[in-house]
């Protein structure tokens, strides 16, 4: 005789595993970031450990709501189903029972903000395979399953941060790297955020319209002084592509080495607002 469902449990355990996949979500992410450009603002990693933590309440309770109002209904619906399947679980069935629960909410929600059909559609599988798995982790009637769930989930988890921090410590996922520019790449108009310029000729001729200059000790809040003026310029290349440096003499500017970020497709330029290690950055791009 199959043991009763017990919908209690059920719930319980789709809502950690809602929280397993925020967590995993969120190591992802911080994967992710080491792979791109540094941002223009430094990040404050205690701060946002501490958002986290602070935020751990509400992703618990949101995933409770979305189990009670999803995941219990379509464990119901597969259970029927399973039923007239001569008691076998049914548990394919779990991503069209989610689907056609979170038709009528998505509809009216995209209706009501003009979304595009496309990022209507994205949403929607993706909210049906999140909510899916809650589905599938919880149908099993067996003892003890909240226990493997929150053994087995925070190992995932766990073992994801891992595996992405030997990757980049190894090199088998790609950490990211200023690219390797040269003369070439210079020549040509680089602009900040607000269109000032500063132009590069082929012949190391340079020409500054209201670029900003930061000298080492200036509060990063501090508004920049502003500069124009024509000279001469030279590209380093340095060790690597990290110690890669362009040189601009202007007399009315009195600039450090610029350094190199960016990507291939998109270089950038870069000072460093309140000197080495304040994490702030002033950039420039090439237009």
Request: charged share 15%.
């Amino acid at each position: 005789m199959r043991q009763k469902r017990s919908y209690g449990r059920a719930l319980v355990v789709s809502t950690l595993v809602g929280c397993l996949e925020v967590a995993l979500t969120a190591v992802v992410v911080l994967v992710y970031v080491r792979t791109q450009p540094p941002p223009e603002m430094p990040s404050d990693w205690a701060g946002i450990g501490g958002s986290l933590i602070a935020l751990t309440p509400l992703v618990g309770f949101v995933s409770f709501l979305l189990t009670l109002v999803f995941v219990l209904p379509a464990v119901a619906l597969v259970d029927l189903l399973s039923r007239g399947l001569g008691g076998r679980t049914a548990w394919w069935a779990a991503p069209a029972a989610v689907a056609a629960l979170l038709a009528a909410p998505v509809l009216i929600f995209a209706t009501y903000n003009d979304a595009r059909p496309v990022e209507t559609l994205v949403f929607w599988a993706s909210a049906t395979a999140s909510l899916s798995l809650g589905v599938v982790v919880a149908l099993p009637r067996g003892e003890g399953l909240l226990r493997r769930v929150a053994l087995w989930g925070t190992a995932v988890v766990a073992g994801t941060g891992v595996v992405g921090a030997l990757g980049l410590a190894v090199g088998l996922l790609p950490a990211y790297e200023p690219p390797r520019i040269g003369p070439e790449t210079m020549t040509g108009s680089w602009s900040d955020h607000t269109g000032n310029t500063l132009v590069f000729t082929p012949d190391g001729r340079v020409t500054a319209s209201g670029i900003g200059v930061h000298r080492p000790g200036d509060h990063p809040d501090d508004p920049s002084r502003r500069c124009s003026g024509s000279g001469t310029w030279s590209y380093e290349p340095g060790r690597d592509v990290w110690s890669q440096e362009v040189r601009v003499e202007i007399p009315e500017c009195h600039w450090q080495a610029w350094g190199v970020d960016g990507t291939a497709g998109e270089p950038r330029i870069r000072q460093e607002i309140g000197g080495p290690g304040s994490g702030r950055l002033y950039k420039l791009r090439k237009t």
